[in-house]
């Protein structure tokens, strides 16, 4: 199914709107003897077959980070760092991750399997079209302070989540044009607004069906499942042998203006993420460095906005009072460690140009950074979450229980006593 239909999608795709030059896009800046199981699933998955795609860089460009005091003698196996999908094997993905679940412990990327998306959300989505449309939606913006949204605080070793700030539609829209005229005069912000759209499915329900089916998968959506408000929460399009009717997803559009980051962090369910506007820059550390990146519980609060720029953490607290810990998040800084050397475990930095898209395992670490469109302006993208994909269900990763036991035990990071709570549930 990506033959003659593939060809389509991406002549239909334009070069002029989407920029799928040639270039180097993955590198891998992590320590060789501490990838464990991950490596070794992904040779095994690569037996018989190569994923490196001609026009990526050679091989030779992979390397250890240097400076990492665990760094391995000798080189890795150049193909092990390769996780670029040619489109003419997306099929054969498919095929084995459906019969192996080992496949989904391992990224991978699609360079261009969303051609068709990132050309239409330059109009369909553009913030005029938008607003002729008269969507009135209500939505959920995040603030934080400098573009770094949901961080640890270094100082007091607390997690502080965004605030958050509910707005019509037009208003956010509004806000983050407001916001790429300020960056691009060079101005200096108090703040920073993100648009993560998980909250309200129906802004989801309303704008992706805007975007085209893919050319290979007829009657999307696939994989639904309906909460208690009725509304439909939309699973991936773009493998149609992933789809389970009976699994939880949940579709998030992304919208920022300029430079963003999201600081170290792990997701709990399977993520599809198609880069729409701008660029996204994932920095990938596995899921066995948990002690390594320090995967602890740890006190978290709520930011409060109580004005332009003015930020005050609220604690979040059980109902007697005390402090609730959190898991799931670094205080480390992916870029400098890959920047200066100094990781002590592997990490593997890829880039998503407009239309890629890249499968996510459960429980990688990832910082990710965002970059805007320099004609539009505007960092725009979507996720797919979901808790089942192919048959295989996350918890069906037998190494999963024992690790996350393994951090959820750990000794808090400071001396607060009471329960631990899953650093997702604070998304709600």
């Known amino acids: 199914f990506l033959g003659g239909e593939m060809k389509r999608v991406l002549a239909s795709g334009g070069r002029g709107s989407c920029d799928f030059r040639p270039r180097p896009r993955l590198k891998v800046v992590g320590s060789a003897h501490v990838l464990d199981g991950w490596l070794g699933a992904r040779a095994h998955l690569l037996q018989g077959h190569s994923a490196v795609r001609p ?8 390397r250890g980070l240097a400076g990492s005091s665990r760094q391995a003698s000798g080189a890795l196996d150049p193909p092990t ?19 192996d679940q ?22 369909e989505w553009h913030p005029d079209s ?22 640890v605080d270094l100082k007091l070793d607390v997690v502080e989540y965004a605030a958050l700030e509910d707005m019509a539609l037009r208003d956010a829209l509004d806000l983050i044009e407001a916001e790429a005229q300020s960056l691009a005069a060079g101005e200096t912000l108090e703040e920073r607004v993100y648009l993560a759209e998980p909250r309200t499915p129906a802004f989801a329900q309303a704008l992706l ?13 696939v994989g639904e499942a309906t909460v208690d408000s009725g509304a439909v929460l939309w699973s991936q399009p773009f493998f149609p042998r992933a789809g389970d009717p009976g699994a939880s997803s949940q579709a998030t559009i992304w919208m920022s203006a300029g430079a963003t980051v999201a600081p170290p962090h792990r997701d709990v369910w399977f993520n599809v ?23 602890v519980p740890r006190a978290c609060a709520r ?13 979040r607290t059980s109902d007697t009072g005390e402090a609730l ?18 990781a002590t475990f592997p990490l593997a930095e890829v880039r998503l140009e407009p239309g890629d898209v890249m499968f996510l395992p459960p429980d990688w670490y990832h910082q990710v950074e965002s970059a805007a469109d320099p004609t539009t302006r505007r960092s725009v993208a979507v996720n797919f979450w979901s808790e089942k994909l192919f048959g295989w269900a996350v918890a069906d990763d037998p190494s999963r229980a024992a690790r996350l036991a393994a951090i959820e035990s750990a000794v808090p990071s400071r001396p607060y006593t009471l329960q631990t709570v899953p650093w997702d549930s604070f998304m709600d």
């Open 55 to 62: 026009d990526c860089q050679p091989p030779s460009t992979t």
């Open 81 to 99: 760092q390769q996780w670029d999908v040619p489109l003419s094997d997306v099929a054969d993905w498919e095929r084995r991750a459906s019969r």
């Open 102 to 123: 080992k496949v989904l412990r391992v990224p991978a990327v699609f360079r261009g399997l969303a051609a068709e998306w990132c050309v239409a959300a330059r109009t």
């Open 130 to 151: 938008l607003r002729r449309l008269e969507l009135n939606h209500t939505v959920t913006a995040s603030y934080s302070r400098a573009g770094c949204f949901d961080a």
């Open 209 to 221: 069906p805007m975007l085209p089916t893919p050319a290979w998968h007829r009657g999307w959506p």
């Open 273 to 295: 993420s198609c880069t729409l506007e701008g660029t996204k820059t994932f920095l990938l550390a596995p899921p066995d460095a948990h002690r390594e990146v320090s995967d």
């Open 303 to 315: 930011l409060e906005r109580r004005g332009p720029g003015d930020f005050v953490p609220v604690r």
């Open 325 to 342: 810990l959190s898991s799931g998040n670094s205080p480390l800084d992916f870029r400098e460690l890959a920047s200066t050397g100094t």
